[in-house]
Nanobody, 118 residues
Framework: VQLQASGGGLVQPGGSLRLSCVASGSIFTRNAMAWYRQAPGKQRELVASISSGDSRSYADSVKGRFTISRDNAKNTVYLQMNNLKPEDTAVYYC?????????????WGQGTLVTVSS
């Protein structure tokens, strides 16, 4: 099981980034997928999740600004981040899991750093 995340970087407040995560084919189509983030000195938090049936959920702090999507043909999950704020600065992690009332994480990818600063 492998998850490879990319797309992080430095962006100014109000800017946009798109994160990508490529998953091994044995897990992608069956699993729900999610993005988490961890800011310095804080606990890791769930940012967005998408079920195998395309049902999506977002943390309140990113609703209306972030969009999670998946391309099953490419085994890829995306996180489009718009109107970024300094408080979005964190290491973002891709996860493959399953839905059981809430999202339940299983497999972790490496993180990609997003820095929002002027």
């Amino acid at each position: 099981v492998q998850l490879q995340a990319s797309g992080g970087g430095l962006v100014q407040p109000g800017g946009s980034l798109r994160l990508s995560c490529v998953a091994s084919g044995s897990i992608f189509t069956r699993n729900a997928m999610a993005w988490y983030r961890q800011a310095p000195g804080k606990q890791r938090e769930l940012v967005a999740s998408i079920s195998s049936g395309d049902s999506r959920s977002y943390a309140d702090s990113v609703k209306g600004r972030f969009t999670i999507s998946r391309d099953n043909a490419k085994n890829t999950v995306y996180l489009q981040m718009n109107n970024l704020k300094p408080e979005d600065t964190a290491v973002y992690y891709c996860n493959a899991g399953f839905m059981f009332n809430d999202y339940r994480p299983m497999y972790w990818g490496q993180g990609t750093l997003v820095t929002v600063s002027s």
